[in-house]
């Protein structure tokens, strides 16, 4: 079966050897997006800390301040009541409003969402960009660099391509290690985890790309489930289910009579944080409709997604009661194994260090396509024939075998 599966690695990562370097490139750049967009638009995304604080240091917005945001941006005609607002994270960042993206033209169109940045203190309006829109200026790389990463700026037809190549990266991690495994010696182990010096450039190409796959396949095998599960869920839930319990989530809507009084997000947001006192809330969903609740997005002390947390919070828009929670430190089963892709997925599960190893993970793909490619060329050269010099023929062979036959004993 051995040369069966090498020649599906072989054409899998020719096939798909493109999109993966484009894939890890652009993954290795946005696994510091927040950072790099902050540093490339600091008129945009930055503020001066409020009096008294330190800049960088954790932000926890009032409930005051996030129905004052809220209530500017609904009562000004040139922007209206946004769909989900973000909240500071840090003191020095700015209020992000989200606003509810037009329905693309056709499968291959890319969604662009309209966002507007809003000073926490003065409530003044420091800009908008429109997130999905393609382009190479300071305030539209990066959400460039995440479509491309996310949908190939292609849409919902570009994220399904995207989950193939998921499909394509595992299959590639796990026939590389068919093809890799070496004999059970030492020896053998050894030189199959190394590079040693000396030779020619195809001879270290095929040991770079023998070692290399297999420090990194584990991560990439990661990177390429989480990959396939956040652009096409439907294709692994059934399996993840199979194996460990999976709760469905269902959408939530109010309890309270959809034409009564509603409360606003400031005070969804005290509601969400009188149910997890410890937690930042970092980012809260306006319903659109008036069956619908608010969506509080909240970060708990522990979680292993950093940033806005995996935390949910459904609060009836009538009356504040909390609906429903999705905690996942509390998750079990299938629920605490789909909490940790996204984590995995960008390595912010081991903080600091397992964002570079994903970074430089996110590096590779294009290690394996050069070295990859310089291998198959190799192999697919002939050996050249033996040539007479002019005006000289080459001895005949057959005389000499018969010789040398007559001589054995």
């Known amino acids: 079966m051995k040369p069966l599966i090498r020649s599906v690695h072989l054409w899998a990562g020719l096939i798909f050897g493109t999109i993966l370097v484009l894939q890890g490139l652009t993954g290795t750049v946005i696994g510091w997006r927040h950072e790099l967009d902050a540093w490339l638009n600091p008129g945009l995304l930055r503020v001066a800390p409020p009096p008294g604080t330190i800049a960088g240091a954790e932000a926890r917005p009032s409930a005051a301040q996030v129905a004052a945001v809220s209530t500017r941006l609904a009562g000004d005609p040139a922007y209206g009541r946004p769909d989900t607002l973000f909240l500071p994270e840090v003191h020095g960042d700015v209020y992000v409003a989200w606003y509810r993206p037009e329905k693309p033209a ?57 989950a193939v190549q998921g499909v394509a990266l595992m299959l590639l991690c796990l026939s590389g290690i068919v093809v890799w495994w070496p004999k059970p010696t030492l020896a053998a182990f050894w030189h199959a985890v190394t590079v ?9 190409s095929f040991q770079l790309h023998r070692a290399a796959g297999f420090w990194v396949a584990p991560v990439l095998l990661v990177l390429g489930f989480s990959g396939v599960y956040f652009n096409a869920p439907e294709w692994l839930t059934p399996a993840i289910r199979a194996a460990a319990p999976l709760a ?58 950093h940033g806005p947390g995996a935390t949910r919070v459904s609060v009836d828009a ?17 629920d605490w194994f789909v909490s940790t892709l996204y984590p995995l997925h960008t390595g912010e599960a081991f903080g600091t260090a397992g964002r570079v190893l994903v970074s430089v993970a996110g590096m590779t793909p294009l290690v394996f396509f050069i070295t990859g490619l310089v291998v198959w060329i190799k192999f697919r050269r002939k050996p050249a024939r033996r040539k007479a010099p002019a005006g000289r023929a080459l001895p005949d062979a057959a005389p000499v075998m018969a010789r040398a036959r007559q001589a054995q004993p």
């Open 248 to 305: 469905e989530n269902g959408k939530v809507t109010n309890a309270s009579p959809n034409d009564g009084p509603r409360i606003d997000a400031g005070a969804a947001l005290a509601a969400a944080q009188a149910r997890y006192p410890q937690a930042r809330v970092s980012r809260i969903g306006i319903p659109a409709r008036p069956e619908q609740p608010y969506e509080v997005r909240v970060r708990q002390p522990g979680e292993l997604r």
């Open 318 to 334: 009538g009356s504040g009661v909390v609906l429903r929670t999705i905690d996942p430190l509390a998750a079990r089963g299938g």
């Open 106 to 162: 056709s499968p291959w169109s890319q969604g662009v969402t309209r966002q507007v940045m809003v000073d926490p203190a003065s409530l003044r309006v420091l800009g908008e960009r429109n997130w999905g829109e393609a382009g190479l200026s300071r305030p539209l790389l990066m959400p460039t660099l995440f479509h491309l990463h996310r949908y190939l700026m292609s849409g919902d037809a570009g994220k399904l391509v995207i």
């Open 196 to 204: 040693r010096r000396g030779g020619n450039w195809p001879k270290f």
